[in-house]
């Protein structure tokens, strides 16, 4: 399932972060931003225990997240998302997917992975500001994949319809949150309007 975030507070860091003059502090600042709000809805059908509890007037049942939450950055750019995220569910666990891709080929090409050992029992969240061809998701996808997960969701700022396609039909169980799905991909694979190298503009490099 596709969701694609109609609020105002996310229209208006997104834009800011779209305009090319925007710096590296202010893009990161927004990033984190738009993930904090993202996570609300994102986090929506997370399953919990409900368990005893004693306030100061009564016993009552309160409830306590059944699942450990594991946030999955493809690097570099999906680290911008995480602190957004992490201020939220501090108890998450990071996993690490190291990714480029190719700008010739635009192939994904991964170099590294690392990852807690309850996979297979935790809701996973893949983050990464941009799914253009959408290979680098898919990949990502993938990966997780083989260590077990089976809960998994994939927060992206900014998606091409083409790559939202790609991801949809070769995992049709993984829902999609974008705060944009835009026009279409240029020739060089960048997404249009698009905000431009999201990595470069995170980290401050060219
Ligand atoms: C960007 C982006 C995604 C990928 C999207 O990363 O952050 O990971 O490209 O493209 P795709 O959907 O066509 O695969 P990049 O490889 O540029 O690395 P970076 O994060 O180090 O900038
Ligand atoms: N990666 C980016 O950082 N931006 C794009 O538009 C496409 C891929």
């Known amino acids: 399932m596709l969701t694609v975030f109609d609020h105002p507070l996310i229209k208006h860091k997104l834009t800011i972060m779209r305009k090319k003059e925007t710096g590296t502090k202010d893009f990161r600042q ?3 931003e738009i993930g ?3 996570v609300y809805e994102v986090t929506r059908d997370l399953p919990l225990n409900e ?3 004693e306030t100061p007037l009564c016993q009552t049942i309160g409830y306590e997240m059944a699942k450990d939450v594991v946030i999955v950055p493809i690097l570099r750019a999906g680290l911008g998302v995480v602190n957004g995220i992490q201020n939220l569910i501090p108890t998450a666990r990071i996993a690490h997917i190291g990714m480029y891709r190719d700008e010739e080929t635009l192939e994904p090409h991964p170099y590294f992975e ?3 050992s309850n996979m297979d029992e935790a809701a996973v969240i893949i983050v990464d500001p941009m799914l253009a061809t959408g290979g680098s998701s898919v990949a990502a996808i993938d990966m997780v994949k083989k260590q077990g997960a089976t809960s998994i969701k994939l927060v ?3 998606g091409a319809p083409e790559g939202v396609k790609v991801v949809e039909e070769a995992h049709p169980d ?3 949150y974008l705060a944009s799905l835009d026009d279409h991909l240029n020739e060089k694979g960048y997404i249009v309007p698009g905000l431009g190298d999201a990595g470069d503009r995170i980290f401050g490099t060219k």
């Open 30 to 32: 927004n990033l984190d």
């Open 36 to 38: 904090g709000l993202m």
């Open 51 to 53: 368990i005893p509890i």
């Open 114 to 116: 690392k990852y807690p």
């Open 156 to 158: 992206c700022l900014v």
């Open 174 to 176: 993984v829902d999609i």
